[in-house]
């Protein structure tokens, strides 16, 4: 999959494609479906999704709290997965903020990246003040020439798949919830980072990650299912996570830390994608570190009970 990041300067070969147009966060079942209709509305173009990079929530709101269920990298990742040949991700800016609906539709979607095809949400909107909508999506198509389809929206029972749903399933410690709505594990990928080390010495060493700019799931213990994906230990595991603020040990900046079953060997500085499978329980302060160390040896077992079923 390749990424092109500047719509003023696109080389030949990635014009023409049949592109999906969202934000994507998530790449849940709703974003799998409007892609799979780009995917066979031009069944000789490339396939290809147009996004952007900041959201643009973030750039409208950088002051509102975390809300993103994946970063860039795990998009891109999860994208070239389902087999998306281009992805547009383009920088979200004052200029791109501050286009009107006709002159995204000409100078982003056919004179810059000279897309054949379209697919929009019912619900799309675009250009400044979010003014333009499918309606005017399909005009201009027909006015400039590319394929315009409108996907309609994807329900899974009686909810609606979304991005905001799947978020409320994290936070109330429903990840399998979230998964049915995802098509997949909710994952957290990112680097191996340095931490205190205390897990080490109480003969759980764990794999810390930093979830800043996330949604932060429920805080408490996870079965989990990882994959390292880079470095000598490249490979899937099994094991449990604590995602919070560790109580045990004053106050802290919320993260990530995964305990690999049946491991041994350094995992700093390698990229790490943690697939939240069950909330086993709460985060919780002990009495002492024996009652914590106790209270780890049952949430592995149950993790591992969990995980040879799954």
């Not at 990298?73 to 006709?102: C, W």
């Not at 799309?124 to 201009?140: P, T």
């Not at 198509?141 to 996907?151: H, S, W």
């Not at 994290?170 to 399998?176: A, E, M, T, V």
Request: proline content about 5%; hydrophobic content about 40%; some cysteine.
């Amino acid at each position: 999959m390749r990424i092109i990041r500047d719509y003023q300067f696109v080389e030949p070969q990635d014009r023409g494609a049949s592109a999906a147009i969202g934000n994507f966060d998530g790449v849940h079942l709703g974003h799998q479906s409007v892609i799979d209709i780009a995917r066979h509305a031009t069944p000789d173009a490339p396939l290809g999704v147009l996004t952007f990079e900041p959201h643009p929530r973030e750039y409208f709101a950088p002051q509102s709290p975390p809300f993103r269920l994946m970063g860039r990298q795990a998009r891109a990742s999860r994208l070239e997965k389902i087999g998306v040949d281009l992805l547009y991700e383009l920088h979200f800016n004052t200029a791109l903020a501050t286009m009107s609906p006709h002159e995204f539709a000409r100078d982003v979607i056919s004179e810059g990246l000279g897309l054949a095809h379209v697919v929009v949400g019912e619900d799309f909107r675009f250009g400044q003040g979010r003014s333009g909508n499918s309606a005017d999506m399909v005009r201009f198509g027909g006015e400039m020439g590319f394929g315009v389809t409108l996907a309609p929206l994807l329900g899974n029972g009686d909810v609606t798949v979304s991005s905001t749903a799947i978020r409320q399933a994290l936070s109330d410690g429903r990840p399998r919830d979230a998964a049915a709505m995802l098509g997949h594990w909710h994952r957290i990928q990112g680097r191996v980072i340095t931490g205190e080390q205390r897990g080490r010495i109480m003969g759980y060493p764990t794999a810390n990650m930093s979830i800043d700019g996330l949604h932060p799931p429920a805080f408490g213990v996870y079965a989990v299912l990882a994959d390292v994906l880079d470095g000598p230990h490249k490979g899937s595991y099994h094991g449990a996570a604590s995602i919070g603020v560790r109580p045990m040990f004053g106050e802290n900046q919320a993260n990530l830390e995964t305990f690999l079953l049946d491991f041994s060997g350094d995992l700093y500085g390698a990229t790490l994608s943690v697939a939240l499978v069950d909330y086993l329980r709460p985060e919780l302060k002990f009495d002492n570190i024996e009652a914590l160390i106790a209270q780890m040896d049952d949430d592995c077992a149950q993790a591992r009970a969990i995980l040879a079923q799954t």
